[in-house]
């Protein structure tokens, strides 16, 4: 982020030009964009206000029906009420475990380096394949997580974790704090690099604590890194597909279930195309929403430092 | 410098280091243990009770998986989705960073804010439209279509990355070569794209891994299981009844170990691509 925003400053010459000559150079990427969100997007909203048949081919103007449907549909809440549960708690962790991890592999120790590496592991593994073998590490009878807790007599009969209503949607919470963190530590790292040695230097010459420095010179310095991570972590949190997916499929019934794999089971197991797009609609106007906040917050930040 | 912070070797040293083995030991374990279940044989798999370590070292899984289940298919699938997408968002997201990077014009704002929304709105969330969009154009069930989608949704951080080291890079060194006859794309070539292969690297590897992992795209378009990638494919293990564990962790310990090392090595660049468009 540091220097992102040094190089610009550094940048010399940048002409004014037309929009005409800018087309050759960025109309491919427009082009791409156009193809693969601004035509989804309003294929979304439009059919959301369509009578759109199972096989998709009649279309008539069907006004607010499906979202008065979706409305009415007794599931929706309770999956609504788990989504919020899913989002703030998953990136409240996140950010919170996140913080004392950068703060520590941002020391010198013999072996950071590895350490670093280790973390990089379920940021650059498939999210599928992770929640795969948390899957299996959590299974009832031959999972390594039941017969450790065995052996250590806390437990005498297997549980099944990922299945156990009790249990079920924690643990899904949990497999997506564990992928989240490796992304949100190292924003967080690169934000403490950010930081001059120097101001640091200076705070502990003027005999403040570590703890003193941390939350008066260091914390401040962090909040934008800190702002910047827990957005995209809301934003990745809310759109979050993958992991209920391969864990529990949403189930049992829509026990499991956010608004993200409702609305995709309502689409491709249900068939019920309508309340799914009305439903497809109401996310991306929270993202929109998050996007807008990210835009305004960093920018706010930005013009004051 | 360096002796001296060795020779401190504190109680509170000693603590941290615990500490940071401990964490990384945590965040390693389920791909350890994947690799431990990889070479199990299945009977020991379903034993009960099951035990920590292998008993039986079975290397042969890694042999015999390619006999059991379409991996080589997948693998196929997934290499030719993930090259293809990272060669369109070089094509696309080069010249378009590079004009960020040197011009202003009208509607640039816009442009931005169309780049970050890339970024932002996943494919899950406007999955139903992409399905109809993929059918509108007949292109259900093709590599096209995934190809395209996943180029798209991972430019953004290939234009952010790619402007940022464009910007470093003065505008002069081009101008002389300008001067001493080069075209703008000669220029471009021969001087810029040099200086920012850094970034190029970085922005090849992290699309790469981008498209390899992606799995709702692929998971609503694509039927055939000999196009399935390999996210998607080897979902297909767990449907059944007597899940071949052992052969499915060994393919994802195969499609996994590649992407971490080639992650490992952009590691210093990766913030800067995915943070950075909130201070353009």
Known sequence: MKSASTKRKSSVATHDVSVASALPWIGPALLLIILVVIWPVVELVRISFTDITIAGSLLDFHGFANYRELLANPDLYPVARRTLLWVFGIVFFTVILSLPLAQLINQNFPGRKYVRWALIFPWAASVVMTSMIWTWILDAYSGEFNLTLTQLGLIDEPVDWVNNPGSSFYVLMAVAVFVSIPFTTYVLLAGLQSIPNDIVEAASVDGASHWQTYRQIKFPLLRNALLIATIINLINVFNSFPIIWIMTRGGPGYETDTTTTFAYKLAFIESNMGQSTALGVFNFIVILLIVSLYLKLTKATRTEL | ?280
């Open chain 2, 1 to 280: 410098m360096k002796s001296t912070k060795a020779k401190k070797l504190t109680g509170k040293k000693v603590v941290t280091i615990s500490v940071a083995y401990l964490i990384a030991w945590f965040f390693l374990y389920p791909y350890i243990h994947m690799f431990l279940t990889s070479v199990r044989t299945h009977e020991e798999l379903y034993a009960y009770p099951t035990t920590h370590f292998p008993q039986v070292w079975q290397w042969r899984n890694y042999l015999d998986l390619w006999d059991n289940a379409p991996i080589a298919n997948y693998l196929k699938s997934s290499l030719i989705i993930s090259i293809s997408a990272t060669i369109l968002v070089l094509l696309v997201s080069l010249p378009a960073a590079y004009f960020l990077a040197r011009y202003r014009f009208r509607f640039r704002g816009v442009f931005l804010l169309l780049v970050l929304a890339t970024q932002m709105f996943s494919p899950t969330a406007l999955i139903i439209g992409i399905f109809r969009e993929v059918d509108f154009f007949n292109l259900l069930d093709s590599y096209l279509a995934l190809i395209i989608l996943n180029a798209g949704f991972n430019l953004a951080f290939s234009i952010w990355l790619l402007a940022g080291f464009f910007s470093s890079i003065p505008a002069e060194i081009e101008e002389a070569a300008l001067i001493d006859g080069c075209s703008r794309v000669q220029a471009l070539r021969k001087i810029t794209i040099p200086v920012a292969l850094p970034g190029v690297v970085t922005a090849i590897i992290f699309t790469f891994v981008a498209a390899w992992n992606e799995f709702t795209i692929a998971l609503t378009i694509i039927s055939s299981v000999d196009k399935k990638p390999l996210p998607v494919g080897l979902t297909q293990f767990i449907g059944q009844y007597d899940i071949a564990w052992e052969y499915l962790f060994a393919s994802t310990i195969i499609a996994i170990i590649p992407v971490v090392v080639l992650f490992i090595a952009i590691e210093k660049y990766l913030v800067g691509g995915l943070t950075a468009g909130s201070v353009k």
